[in-house]
């Protein structure tokens, strides 16, 4: 069993920046792949960026350039640094770990951009 806790998010104005944390606990050597993902009002859940331990990270069209995704190998903890933030990045980000075919979620920070 795996759990996630998140941690960092707020309000921040267009243009602004934050940093989302994600920290694992449980068996953390069982932890694959993980990630993060964003769910709006009214919308589904959608991948905002991932990273594997054995290829490059990937991320979704619309944050590339803007966001990265960081993980530190050691204590399987990961970071999102959002910059150039925009009113459509506001949504509640939940973490992902993977361990083998069973995903986990943590409860997720809410993140809002607004003037």
């Known amino acids: 069993q795996v759990q996630l806790v998140e941690s960092g998010g707020g309000s921040v104005q267009p243009g602004g920046s934050l940093r989302l944390t994600c920290k694992p606990s449980g068996s953390l050597s069982t932890i694959g792949d993980m990630g993060w993902y964003r769910q709006a009002p009214g919308k589904e859940r959608e991948l905002v960026a991932t990273t594997r331990r054995d290829a490059l990270p990937t991320y979704a069209d619309s944050v590339k350039g803007r966001f990265t995704i960081a993980r530190d190998t050691a204590l399987h903890t990961i970071y999102l640094y959002m910059n150039y933030m925009k009113p459509e990045d506001s949504a509640h980000y939940y973490c992902?770990?993977?361990?083998?075919?069973?995903?986990?979620w943590g409860q997720g920070t809410q993140v809002t951009v607004s003037s």
């Open positions: 992902s770990a993977k361990v083998g075919s069973q995903v986990f």
